[in-house]
């Protein structure tokens, strides 16, 4: 087989870094997005629950474990990178 030479180096192997600032801009700018869409699940549960039949303070209870088990899913996640920068690797 025949070598053939790059100019740009190899081809695999390297993300480029005009890809790794269009995907940071993605995420900001959906972030939001995000957000709004997670109000609404929040939002769906809620109602579903009160037309079930349930007392309103089930509801709120409801709403609090959603958002109890998102923040500590977040925090879990960032303690994970966290704890990954601690890390000295020889």
């Known amino acids: 087989m025949a070598h053939v030479a790059s100019t740009w180096g190899p081809a695999m192997g390297r993300f480029p870094s005009w890809a790794k600032f269009s995907v940071v801009a993605a995420v900001g700018l959906l972030s939001p997005v995000f957000a709004f ?3 609404i ?3 769906i549960s809620i109602g579903a629950v009160k037309d079930a039949g ?3 303070l089930l509801a709120l209870a409801v709403a609090v ?3 109890c088990s998102l923040i500590r899913k977040v925090l879990r996640a960032s303690a994970g990178q966290r ?3 601690n ?3 020889l």
Do not use: C, N, T
């Open 65 to 67: 474990a959603i958002g």
């Open 87 to 89: 890390v000295i690797r």
């Open 37 to 39: 869409l997670m109000a």
């Open 41 to 43: 699940a929040v939002e």
């Open 54 to 56: 349930a007392l309103p």
């Open 83 to 85: 704890s990954d920068r």
